[in-house]
């Protein structure tokens, strides 16, 4: 008789068995001769393991049960956990494969879900995240998270470094309608095919709709109940195979998690409330090997004390392309209504930012659809584009109830019908929705529904199917609105119904409570009961009792929801009591934004574009009161004004800063100068910048009066910082001891990208500190110390530090006094330096003397690319040195020599070097007497030279014959389109040599002639001769005496023959 035992676990053996493990049977089964040599050899020929574990099997299997029965035995006692694996729990992860392909089908549509198999790897919970509703977090991060690292679905519970171990404990948050649950059925997809953590036995999702149902549970009751085909739940529970429990969706749960009072359960049989029990799980007193995965929204997910969990990630929202690809998804057939959609949503840039939410892009590229769809058939005055949340969910409730949204052209029931057929479930509903959220409830089962008067039978149609979800559970039917925010929208129209004729307060469903007359009485409370909330569960609710006030959504939903022009008697006082809430003597919150956003929603905006056209101008100094201090922190939210920069510069004092604190950290590019800013501002920076919401990446506090303790505040916070990537302190009072606060923060801080310390009084040791920091800090690239007195021995420190530091690329150290000395170790680290790019020395008393080490580093470096030498004193001498040197130097693209007492030998020295240079683009020779002789040198150059792009000539003494010799070399040069000749004396003669060659160059585009003495008839000239050019697109002709009648007759001319050129008279 053949095996009866391989033959029952045949599929398993083949799974299980290791090529090692394979031959230590082979060689037990020779050892009792049922396996031969000759056999044994058949098997190893067979190329894969699969095969060859196959080929074992057949031939035990043949030799009937003896062989059957040995090779159990042999398994048994010497690998008792693969015995376990092929017995007990291969075929129940069979069932259970099984089990999750009917509960989920094939899988997910890959789609758009890169941003779920990528999930952002996160340090804990923000601020905002714990306190506030989801819809401000979005709206104030603009969607975006400041996270640099990202974690591969495959490796989220696995362990992160070779010397770490796996977390038993992930949390995974995300705003509603992200996609929380969409990842959960995404992960359990992938390992049911295999394709993710294999080494986990088994995967069990849960959901705390389904834990709703349950009063008391134990540990293996709950596995029992959900995964009643896996028949030895204590294989689970004691940790036998390696399991992940996934509870999906804590915000759903009906009881908050409290970790403080919790009974300790260590026994899985023993029965206890199942709030209990989840938290008993979650400390690992149950399930003490399972990894447990729980996702939430971010606020419930602050339940879970920080110190339990072990991972952290979140998933993040659309960026631009997918946006694109979602609604191009939704339109698929029409691929211009998608690009209608789109342009629409984008130019909102409040709505743009709230479709990074998956659900709430269905929304809102739903009802600009179905508004664009039926835009032509409506009146003028009802077709204005929907701009705020009210009018966006208005057209979308107006879309569910006229059932017509992209179906087949049908005749449809009327209008007027339809409403009478759903006015009382949507009443009902409104009311669920309304009572749901004071309770925090977003899962309703049947017997609440039937609590609301709720007929289920009713639930049909296209309003109910957009709104409400339905979920048939193990043993129960669950409901749910499809997004939090449609709960909130409804729960608005009830209260705003019920409002009009309530005689109590509808906050106290019993109805028992002081009476309250009058919808502006019940308004107001609503208002108070929000401003007072502090985690902002009310504040979406507000804004659309607000927006159901605006005239526009009165008529869409007039006749529906709401009856015609009904809210011209409450909406003056509204707005008034609206307004008298924003005076806050500078206390803003989110609560106080969120007033100015309902405002938004009654579109009454006249505060905030009062205040928005103060930014643009830049205005703002005086204005801000407490009421707009309130529209300017809701501006800096949601303003265009903001978007590159938010620029709150020579307006703003130490009260209204901290005011403004909550709003300041969320503004990518923040400019702050001229503040009178003090240290105990300092102070205040410090901490937005050192909380983990921060996403300031631009900074500048230039022209201030910040000293070393404002710097040492800084510093502090910039070493737990990480985002700020530039931070410009110029002109501020920063002494050595506050350089070297921001030096030490430079050791620590790998972010920080450039800092300005330009016109403090860092001095030498101050130079010093910064040059240790530059030995270990490899983030920073640019460096601007000008104005320091950092003298001499400053400079050799910061010298010694470029010689190890490769990734500083500019430094400028302008008027710092560093002479000879500095500059001759400067230019000696540029011997071995290779990431300078841009070196900035004007201003430091460099001689003649100094020349030719820069000379010689100019030979051997090949990474430098800009190099300032203004206003120095190198003279002829230490030109003509840097000229031989540029002749082999390839690598320089500008050299700045301006007022540097040069004359005409340094300058035919250069000219030289250009005869050969290909490097060069940019050349400054202004303020140096080089004359006629230097200017002809200079021009037979330019006649061969194909790579300087711009010249500047400023006050270099030329007269007419370099004018004529310059406008030679212009008729042939290709390459030049920047020339200034400002303050020379090219006259008329040079004028008119220029005016010939302009007819010809067609490479100049930008020519300075200000100030050459060219008079009337010298800048006629060269007006004319634009008719012939094409190029030029600005010249400069002032200070030439032209005189009116010249500059009417150049004006005529330009605006016949070269209207582009842009002339200055």
Not at 284 to 296: M, P
Request: net charge neutral; aromatic share 6%; charged share 20%.
């Amino acid at each position: 008789m053949e095996g009866v035992w391989i033959n029952r676990y045949r599929k398993q053996l083949m799974r299980s068995i290791s090529p090692q493990f394979l031959e230590e049977i082979i060689c037990y089964m020779r050892k009792l001769d049922l396996l031969s040599a000759e056999e044994a050899g058949q098997v190893q020929e067979v190329s894969s393991l699969s095969e060859q574990v196959k080929a074992v099997m057949d031939l035990l299997a043949g030799k009937g049960s003896y062989a059957s029965q040995s090779l159990q035995t042999y398994i048994e006692t010497t690998n008792a956990q693969l015995y376990l694996h092929i017995t007990v729990y291969d075929p129940m992860v069979q069932k259970h494969l099984e089990s999750l392909q009917n509960r989920y089908g094939t899988g997910v549509e890959l789609g758009q879900l890169e941003r779920l198999t990528n999930l952002l790897l996160v340090e804990g919970l923000t601020d905002i995240q714990q306190k506030e509703h989801d819809v401000m977090q979005i709206e104030a991060t603009k969607g975006m998270r400041n996270v640099a690292k990202k974690i591969p679905l495959e490796k989220l519970f696995l362990p992160l470094s070779k010397v770490s171990i796996p977390p038993r404990i992930s949390v995974t948050v995300g705003v509603a309608g992200i996609g929380k649950s969409t990842l959960v059925k995404l992960f359990t997809c992938m390992w049911a095919k295999g394709e993710v953590n294999k080494d986990i036995i088994f995967v069990l999702p849960l959901t705390f709709r389904e834990l709703n149902t349950y009063e008391k549970l134990s540990a293996e009751r709950l596995i029992r109940s959900a995964f009643p085909h896996i028949t030895e739940p204590s294989f689970i529970s004691n940790g036998t195979a390696r399991i992940l429990l996934i509870l999906d969706g804590l915000d759903e749960f009906k009881t908050p998690l409290d970790f403080s009072n919790t009974v300790v359960c260590t026994d899985p049989k023993k029965e206890i409330q199942v709030d209990s029990l989840i938290t008993n799980i979650i400390r690992g007193n149950l399930f003490q090997e399972a990894s447990i995965w729980v996702t939430s929204r971010p606020a419930a997910a602050s339940q879970i004390p920080g110190g339990l969990v072990d991972r952290m990630t979140e998933i993040r929202g659309f960026g631009a392309v997918e946006i694109k690809d979602f609604l191009d998804q939704m339109f698929l057939e029409n691929r211009d209504l998608s690009s209608q959609v789109l342009g629409q949503i984008k130019a909102n840039r409040s709505l743009y930012t709230m479709c990074t939410v998956p659900a709430f892009c269905w929304i809102s590229g739903s009802s600009m659809g179905y508004f664009l769809k039926n835009s032509t058939d409506q009146s003028q005055e009802t077709t204005t584009v929907p701009k705020t949340l009210s009018e966006i969910y208005s057209y979308y409730f107006k879309m569910a109830l006229s059932s017509d949204w992209q179906e087949k052209q049908k005749e449809t029931p009327r209008i007027e019908q339809a409403i009478n057929n759903s006015k009382k479930i949507i009443g009902n509903l409104g009311r669920l929705a309304f009572y749901g959220l004071l309770k925090k409830k977003y899962v309703f089962y049947e017997q609440d529904m039937k609590a609301y008067g709720i007929d289920l039978s009713s639930l049909q149609g296209s309003l109910c199917n957009r709104m409400l979800l339905k979920e048939e559970m193990q043993f129960s039917t669950v409901y749910y609105f499809s997004h939090l925010t449609l709960q909130e929208f409804l729960a608005a129209t009830y209260y705003y119904a019920s409002a009009k004729r309530a005689i109590f307060d509808l906050f106290t469903e019993s109805g028992m409570s002081w009476p309250k007359f009058g919808f502006l009485n019940h308004f107001k409370n609503a208002v108070q009961r929000s401003l007072q909330s502090d985690d902002g569960q009310l504040d979406i609710f507000v804004r659309f009792l607000s927006g159901l006030l605006s005239p526009q959504v009165n008529k869409l939903l007039s006749g529906w929801l709401l009856m015609k022009d009904e809210h011209n008697s409450f909406r003056s006082h509204v707005i008034s009591f609206l307004q008298s809430c924003l005076n806050t003597d500078y206390a803003i919150s989110s609560r106080t934004v969120n007033v100015m956003q309902c405002l938004y929603e009654m579109q009454h905006m006249e505060l905030a574009k009062t205040m928005e056209e103060a930014m643009k101008n830049e205005s703002l100094a005086g204005m801000l009161t407490p009421v707009n201090c309130s529209a300017l922190a809701y501006l800096l939210q949601v303003s265009e004004v903001c978007m590159e920069e938010t620029n709150l510069s020579n307006c703003l004092t130490y009260n209204i800063c901290k005011s403004l604190l909550s709003q300041l950290l969320f503004c990518s590019n923040l400019r702050l100068d001229n503040n009178k800013f003090k240290d105990n501002v300092m102070e205040l920076l410090g901490s937005v910048l050192s909380v983990k919401d921060c996403q300031i990446q631009k900074m500048s506090l230039a022209e201030n009066q910040i000293s070393n303790k404002g710097a040492k505040a800084l510093a502090r916070s910039l070493m737990v910082n990480r985002s700020l990537t530039v931070l410009d302190l110029r002109s501020n009072a920063i002494g050595p001891t506050g350089a070297k606060a921001l030096a030490d923060a430079l050791k620590i801080n790998q972010v920080l990208l450039s800092l300005n310390l330009q016109n403090n009084v860092i001095k030498e040791d101050g130079a010093k500190f910064l040059a240790e920091a530059l030995l270990t800090n490899h983030k920073l690239t640019t460096l601007h110390l000008q104005k320091n007195s950092i003298g001499p021995q400053g400079a050799k420190k910061i010298a010694e530090a470029l010689k190890q530091n490769g990734n500083l690329r500019e430094l400028i150290l302008q008027s710092n006094s560093i002479s000879n000395t500095g500059v001759t170790a400067l230019i000696g680290a540029l011997r071995s330096n290779q990431g300078l790019i841009s070196l900035n020395l004007r201003e430091n008393s460099i001689s003649q003397e100094g020349a030719p080490e820069i000379a010689n580093a100019l030979r051997t470096n090949c990474t430098l690319r800009n190099l300032d030498l203004a206003a120095n004193l190198l003279y002829d001498e230490g030109v003509k040195a840097i000229a031989l040197a540029m002749r082999e130097n390839q690598a320089l693209m500008s050299l700045h020599l301006q007022w540097n007492f040069i004359q005409s030998k340094a300058a035919k020295a250069l000219a030289q070097a250009l005869h050969s240079n290909t490097s060069l683009t940019s050349l400054d020779l202004q303020e140096n007497a080089i004359g006629d002789e230097g200017m002809i040198a200079l021009a037979a150059a330019l006649k061969v030279n194909t790579t300087l792009t711009t010249l500047c000539l400023q006050v270099a003494s030329i007269g007419v014959s370099g004018a004529k010799a310059l406008a030679e070399a212009l008729v042939v040069n290709r390459t030049l389109t920047t020339l200034d000749l400002r303050g020379n004396s090219i006259g008329l003669a040079g004028a008119k040599a220029m005016a010939n060659a302009l007819k010809v160059n067609r490479s100049l585009r930008v020519l300075n002639l200000q100030e050459n003495s060219l008079g009337m008839d010298g800048a006629i000239c060269i007006a004319t001769a634009l008719t012939g050019n094409h190029g030029l697109t600005y010249v400069n002709l002032q200070g030439n005496r032209i005189g009116q009648s010249g500059a009417k007759v150049i004006a005529d001319a330009i605006r016949t023959n070269s209207p582009r050129c842009i002339v200055e008279m």
